[in-house]
């Protein structure tokens, strides 16, 4: 069946990066659009960031553009969340999904304060 498992999150402080990861199982991983989200607490689920399936096409919130890159390596049926210059309001909970069929993963919670 399919699954998506999330890693990678952590505390940090502000200014600081980390890198999650989203391993993938299941599928046919290099067909498949692949995103992020993030839902801080309180707060409804909210888009981060899109990659096409060869991974030549990526958008983003305007909120996290130029400060996150997403990224995949389709041998290794993961996608990944690169993260710099992080801020306070970038706290939550990370998930990464595939938009076809509405798959989610467990999330990684990340948490910035100093």
């Known amino acids: 069946q399919v699954q998506l498992v999330e890693s990678g999150g952590g505390l940090v402080q502000p200014g600081g990066s980390l890198r999650l990861s989203c391993r993938a199982s299941?599928?046919?991983?290099?067909?498949?659009?692949m995103r992020w989200y993030r839902q801080a607490l309180g707060k409804e689920r909210e888009f981060v960031a899109h990659?096409?399936?060869?991974?030549?096409?990526?958008e983003y919130a305007d909120s996290v553009k130029g400060r996150f890159t997403i990224s995949r390596d389709n041998n290794k049926n993961t996608v990944y969340l690169q993260m710099n210059s992080l801020k306070p309001e970038d706290t939550a909970v990370y998930y990464c999904?595939?938009?076809?069929?509405?798959?989610w993963g467990q999330g990684t919670q990340v948490t910035v304060s100093s």
């Open positions: 299941g599928f046919r991983f290099g067909s498949y659009v």
């Open positions: 999904s595939r938009p076809t069929s509405d798959y």
């Open positions: 990659i096409s399936a060869n991974g030549g096409t990526t």
